[in-house]
């Protein structure tokens, strides 16, 4: 409204306030205290789950039923497509074997589609397009299925096709195992970032409506894959920390510090960084968040929004892919970690945009339909 509001709206102004107020008297009387103290519930999304496929047995996960109880919109549920040939060790997660030709392939399409399976099984909504991502914003659970690592293509785009058709709206290029699609932070480089075929399907998945995801890319990778997308890019889990991790560095944690840098050229490009739920049983400098410490949490996402700001920053929570090391390992603890927001005071508008809405825009303006 630009005009000067009216005697009318004035009047109309105070008799809500009036009524207003006789209302929250009534709710006093009703339930002292509590009615006030109450927060608003958020939507929340998830940019980065696995939850249901490692710790949990997918089938009685209580995946569905969490979200709903807890009000998750969005979660983006991230198939490993390399899972099968990689290790955890006391250095990070390494590759321990190769790969056939066509198990890549076989692998990720079994898997899908015990996910796909999951979702119909429990009438959790399958989120294809735009609407459907209102939709959710709007009260539904929905899951975006979501690929880490692109292993499944086997170094053939076209297969782009047929993971779309079956759903696939969100992939992260690289994971822990060698591929043809570029360099992973967490093994000697080879590819100087991203390969030829890596920035052919930066191209494809713009083209098809997938949101393009660099967790796990080297900085080289970052710097192409941006020059490459049309439409805001994510990283959708990891931490942000000074000039960025190394291959060489001794702890896998270590190695997958995305530099504040690289966050701040995502953001400049209206994309996301995530912040995983990762937790420390002795938390040291660097990421100072202890084990079941949601409070810490809600503090990295805070400091983060200082650093990048509220429109790029998200929870990637990394369920189940964390292993025992989680300050959250269900959608109780994130609704906990909004609440600490909440208690931090941070304003609304800032916990809607990281809570919820800018997973939701960025999944929007990939999506072609
Ligand atoms: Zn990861």
């Known amino acids: 409204m630009t005009s000067k509001p009216s005697p009318a709206f004035h009047a109309e102004a105070m008799i809500n306030r009036r009524k207003l107020l006789l209302c929250t008297s009534a709710m006093l009387a009703a339930s ?13 999304s998830d940019m980065h789950s ?26 983006s549920w991230k198939l490993v497509a390399d899972a099968r040939w990689i290790r955890s060790t006391d250095k990070g997660i390494v590759q321990v074997s190769e790969p056939v030709p066509g198990e890549l392939s076989r692998y ?4 899908l589609d015990r996910m796909s399976a999951y979702l119909t099984a429990q009438k959790l909504k399958l989120v294809l397009t735009k609407a459907d991502v209102d939709a959710c914003i709007a009260g539904e659970s929905g899951v975006v299925l979501s690929s ?3 292993d499944f293509l086997e170094g053939r785009i076209d297969t782009m096709d047929v993971a779309y058709d079956k759903g696939l709206r969100h992939l992260q290029l690289v994971h822990y195992i060698r591929t043809p699609v570029g360099d992973f932070q967490t093994t000697e480089p080879v590819h100087n970032g991203l390969s030829t075929m890596g920035k052919q399907l930066v191209e494809k998945c ?12 080297t ?3 970052v710097d192409q894959a941006l020059a490459i ?7 959708s889990h990891g931490w942000v920390d000074g000039d960025g991790g190394d291959w060489r560095d001794p702890y896998g944690h270590m190695k997958r510090r995305l530099s504040l840098a690289h966050a701040k050229k995502i953001a400049d490009r209206g994309g996301v960084v995530g912040l995983w739920g990762l937790g420390f049983s002795r938390p040291g400098p660097g990421w100072a968040v202890g084990l079941g410490d949601t409070r810490g949490y809600a503090k990295e996402i805070a400091s983060l929004v200082n650093k990048i700001g509220a429109d790029h920053v998200a929870f990637g929570t990394d369920i189940e892919g964390v292993g025992l090391s989680w300050s959250v390992n269900n959608y109780t603890h994130l609704r906990s970690v909004v609440e600490h927001l909440q208690d931090m005071k941070l304003e609304s508008s800032v916990i809607e945009r990281v809570a919820y809405g800018n997973y939701a825009r960025v999944l929007k303006a990939a999506m072609r339909v």
Do not use: T
């Open 229 to 235: 997308a049309k439409v805001p890019v994510i990283w």
């Open 32 to 44: 002292p205290l509590s009615v006030l103290s109450q927060p608003v519930r958020v939507p929340i």
């Open 219 to 221: 900085s080289a990778g």
């Open 148 to 150: 880490e690592g692109a």
């Open 108 to 111: 990720f399409n079994a898997a």
């Open 206 to 217: 713009g083209a098809q409506g997938v949101l393009v995801d660099l967790a796990h890319c």
């Open 50 to 75: 696995h939850y249901g496929m490692f710790s949990r047995r997918m089938g009685d996960s209580g995946l569905a039923q969490e979200m709903r109880e807890q009000g998750i919109a969005l979660v």
